[in-house]
């Protein structure tokens, strides 16, 4: 007698299960055991109205194509309200992607973001995957359902125990201390700079630079005839019979210029630009000539826009990324001594939060503030974020790093959060983090980054600690969190592990996410 699904995820046999990504720019579907998602297409759903009834198109080639009343939406965990979207994009990847049946087919959820809205650590967190728990059980009809930690399975993926995991993603950064393969959620630091951000400020700058806005590529003419169009014109001339889009669905188009720049042309450079004093495009093209040279990698040719605009390398926008290791509340930094001063308040306030750290681990001669960064002397009244309101950490567990340091995590630099990051976990597993980061993620493939990240840490953290990061090929860095999924989905061990229906409907929603 053949067993079915449910039966055979009970008795521990190795079932055919979806590994899936969703993320905030981009899904991944795949099967377990796989090296890579064989299905990557974009967190976006076009919808067009037809008389009373609604068509919904999604993946790369749905929304490419032009259509004249497209609207465009995107899933995001800061508006992550129609969950009839999370059903769509997951019956799409499972039965038109892979071929299979969603009520035959398991599903491997990686946690991330989106999932847990933002922060696994929260009550909105529990909520958003007590609602997506529903939705796949009750709506998409799953026979089992498993949700792994995204941290732990990039440090699974690269054969970590210990790690400190950097995701960098489109909606923001996530930084996560694994210790012994579980996550230290208390020390957690979770930041809204990200990918999206740098977006922004590419748009910004372009448009300061070349004194006209991104064109799609549907609004140009042919190559070749680029130079003569008319930047202020509007008009669609790609001959499809289009002659007009919505504006959701134009930025799609718009966005998609922009990170295809970032990817190319963008980079950080090794030593803060505000340091060196370069400015001319000159001298940055020889700069950033000379640190490829000193790496063995080609220099890139100069960028063209649709619209036949080039952006060479010299250019200052590339280096818009850079962003992520400035302290305060614009993206473009300070500079000077009022750039190192506020570097040093915002060190010393997070030396003053772990104080009380350093009275518990006294006696045994080590302090919770790691040596090299400077006490804190000074009236923390000078920093306007110093004081978090209750609304503005609510829902964060009391004593959380996230609860400590309020608003500061999006005014910080990459640098100093995951300096607060070691500084609030045990002392004895300081050391280990630190020779085990992992930058994974999208905004992990930006040129020049783990570098920077590596020297800036070197330079706040004791002698004696060395900083090493996990060398990884960026296709692997990109996709980690799918690849730690898809070995996990084949372990033997791993299939007593899953959440069948039936649990789920004895238990109902709240008590099975206790699970998870």
Not at 24 to 39: E, L, N, W
Not at 189 to 206: A, K, Q, V
Not at 301 to 321: M, Q
Not at 442 to 469: D, F, T, W, Y
Request: include cysteine; aromatic fraction near 6%; glycine fraction near 10%.
């Amino acid at each position: 007698v053949k067993m079915s699904v449910q039966q055979a995820m009970l008795c521990g046999d190795e079932i055919k299960s979806a590994i899936i990504d969703l993320g905030s720019s981009t899904c991944r579907f795949g099967t377990a055991g796989q090296d890579m998602p064989r299905h990557v297409f974009r967190s976006d759903i076009g919808s067009i109205s037809d008389g009373e009834k609604t068509r919904s198109l999604y993946g790369d080639g749905g929304l490419r194509y032009l259509h004249k009343d497209m609207h465009v939406r995107s899933l995001s965990h800061h508006s992550v309200t129609k969950w009839d979207d999370i059903e769509q994009i997951l019956t799409y990847g499972v039965e038109q992607c892979m071929r299979l049946d969603t009520k035959d087919t398991p599903l491997f959820l990686a946690d991330n973001a989106l999932i847990s809205g933002g922060c696994p650590n929260n009550s909105t967190g529990k909520k958003c995957k007590e609602q997506i728990m529903e939705t796949c059980f009750e709506k998409v009809g799953a026979p089992g359902l498993y949700f792994g930690n995204g941290a732990i399975l990039s440090a699974f993926s690269a054969g970590r125990v210990n790690s400190l995991v950097i995701d960098i993603g489109a909606a923001g950064t996530k930084i996560t201390p694994i210790v012994e393969g579980y996550q230290l959620q208390k020390s957690s630091i979770y930041t809204s700079r990200g990918g999206n951000l740098l977006d922004e400020m590419l748009l910004s700058d372009i448009l300061n630079r070349t004194g006209k806005p991104i064109r799609p590529w549907f609004e140009c003419t042919k190559k070749g005839a680029a130079g003569n169009s008319d930047p202020t014109a509007s008009t669609i001339n790609c001959g499809y019979g289009v002659t007009s889009v919505t504006p959701t669905f134009r930025n799609i188009h718009v966005r998609d210029v922009v990170r295809d720049v970032k990817q190319w042309m963008c980079f950080v450079p090794h030593n803060p630009i505000s340091t060196t004093g370069i400015h001319d495009p000159v001298v940055l093209h020889k700069y950033r000539e000379d640190e490829l040279i000193k790496r063995g990698l080609q220099f890139p040719p100069p960028y063209e826009l649709p619209d036949g605009t080039l952006v060479s390398s010299g250019d200052t926008i590339c280096t818009a990324p850079e962003a992520m290791f400035f302290t305060g509340n614009n993206t473009k930094g300070a500079s000077g001594n009022s750039a190192s001063n506020l570097r040093k308040r915002t060190r010393d306030l997070i030396e003053s939060t772990f104080a009380e750290n350093a009275n518990t681990t006294s006696s045994s001669g080590q302090g919770s503030t790691l040596s090299n960064a400077p006490n804190s002397g000074e009236a923390m009244d000078v920093i306007d974020s110093t004081t978090s309101s209750s609304s503005e950490t609510h829902g964060y567990p009391l004593g959380s790093l996230m609860q400590k340091l309020g608003p500061l995590v999006d005014t910080a630099s990459l640098t100093d959060l995951i300096y607060a990051c070691i500084a609030h976990v045990d002392v004895d597993v300081r050391k280990e983090l630190l020779s085990n980061i992992q930058i994974v993620g999208g905004g992990s493939l930006i040129q020049g980054l783990s570098n920077r990240l590596a020297m800036e840490l070197n330079g706040v953290v004791p002698s004696h600690m060395k900083v090493k990061l996990v060398n990884a090929l960026p296709i692997e860095r990109q996709h980690a969190a799918w690849v730690g999924g898809s070995i996990l989905g084949i372990c033997g061990s791993f299939q007593q592990l899953w959440l069948t229906k039936s649990e789920y409907e004895e238990l109902g929603p709240q008590r099975a996410a206790l699970r998870f």
